[in-house]
T-cell receptor, first 114, second 118 residues
Framework: AQKVTQAQTEISVVEKEDVTLDCVYE???????LFWYKQPPSGELVFLIR??????QNEISGRYSWNFQKSTSSFNFTITASQVVDSAVYFC???????????FGPGTRLSVLP | EPEVTQTPSHQVTQMGQEVILRCVPI?????FYWYRQILGQKVEFLVS????????KSEIFDDQFSVERPDGSNFTLKIRSTKLEDSAMYFC????????????????FGPGTRLTVT
C-alpha cells in the first residue's frame, strides 16, 4: 500500500527563518514519483516540484530546496529565509509509476509571522 | 500558459439535490481526474478517466458519483443525491499521458470548486 506521512501538522516561524517540512513515504514500487504542492489560503493547489525515484540529486530553486533520501524514504522540503507569502498548507504526494492516482500526505500548515 | 479551469468556484446545494461540477481540462490532455478535499483534511483521489471510460476509481467513488465527458472540452463530476458529508473542495486535474514514461508525467490541477451541502 502507498502512504505519505507528514508528521508536522503545523509549524510557525518568524520571517527570514529557515524551515524544513518533513515527508516520509511508503511504497512497494521501485519506481515512483514524489511531489510537493502548496495550497495557499485561496485554496488552489500549486505545483512546486516533481522528483523521479531514480534521481536522488537534490534540487534547489530559489529559496526552495528538496532533499530526497531513498534509503530513508524521505523527501523533505526546505524554505530558506521564509517570507509571509510562504504561509500555506504544503502537501507531499506520491504517485506510483503504473497507478494513476496521487496519494497525498495530510499536509503541514506553515505560518510565517512578520 | 494553458490551465485547467473549473466552474463554479463555489456551489451551495441542499441535501438530496443533484449537482454537476464542471471542468475544462487542458486541450491536448487525454487523462482526467477528480480529487476531493474535505475542509482541513488531505486531498483524496476519486476517479481517473481515459478514452471515455473510468480507468481507476477509489472506494470513495460510489454509485452516487458519475463522470462524463459530454463534449470535446468539458469533463464533469455528478453527485446524484448530495449528502452533508459531500461538502468539500473538488479538484479536477488532467495530464497528457498515463505516465508510464518516467519523464512524461504531470498532472495539472484546476483551482477547485467548493461544494457546500446544507
Amino acid at each position: 500500500a502507498q502512504k505519505v506521512t507528514q508528521a508536522q501538522t503545523e509549524i510557525s516561524v518568524v520571517e527570514k527563518e529557515d524551515v524544513t517540512l518533513d515527508c516520509v513515504y511508503e511504497t512497494r514500487d521501485t519506481t515512483y514519483y514524489l511531489f510537493w504542492y502548496k495550497q495557499p489560503p485561496s485554496g488552489e493547489l500549486v505545483f512546486l516540484i516533481r522528483r523521479n525515484s531514480f534521481d536522488e540529486q537534490n534540487e534547489i530553486s530559489g529559496r526552495y530546496s528538496w532533499n530526497f533520501q531513498k534509503s530513508t524514504s524521505s523527501f523533505n522540503f526546505t524554505i530558506t529565509a521564509s517570507q509571509v507569502v510562504d504561509s500555506a498548507v504544503y502537501f507531499c504526494a506520491l504517485r506510483p509509476l503504473y497507478g494513476q492516482n496521487f496519494v497525498f500526505g495530510p499536509g503541514t500548515r506553515l505560518s510565517v509571522l512578520p | 500558459e494553458p490551465e485547467v479551469t473549473q466552474t463554479p468556484s463555489h456551489q451551495v446545494t441542499q441535501m438530496g439535490q443533484e449537482v454537476i461540477l464542471r471542468c475544462v481540462p487542458i486541450s491536448n490532455h487525454l487523462y482526467f481526474y477528480w480529487y476531493r478535499q474535505i475542509l482541513g483534511q488531505k486531498v483524496e483521489f476519486l476517479v481517473s478517466f481515459y478514452n471515455n471510460e473510468i480507468s481507476e476509481k477509489s472506494e470513495i467513488f460510489d454509485d452516487q458519483f458519475s463522470v462524463e465527458r459530454p463534449d470535446g472540452s468539458n469533463f464533469t463530476l455528478k453527485i446524484r443525491s448530495t449528502k452533508l458529508e459531500d461538502s468539500a473542495m473538488y479538484f479536477c486535474a488532467s495530464s497528457t499521458t498515463k505516465g508510464q514514461r518516467l519523464d512524461s508525467y504531470e498532472q495539472y490541477f484546476g483551482p477547485g470548486t467548493r461544494l457546500t451541502v446544507t
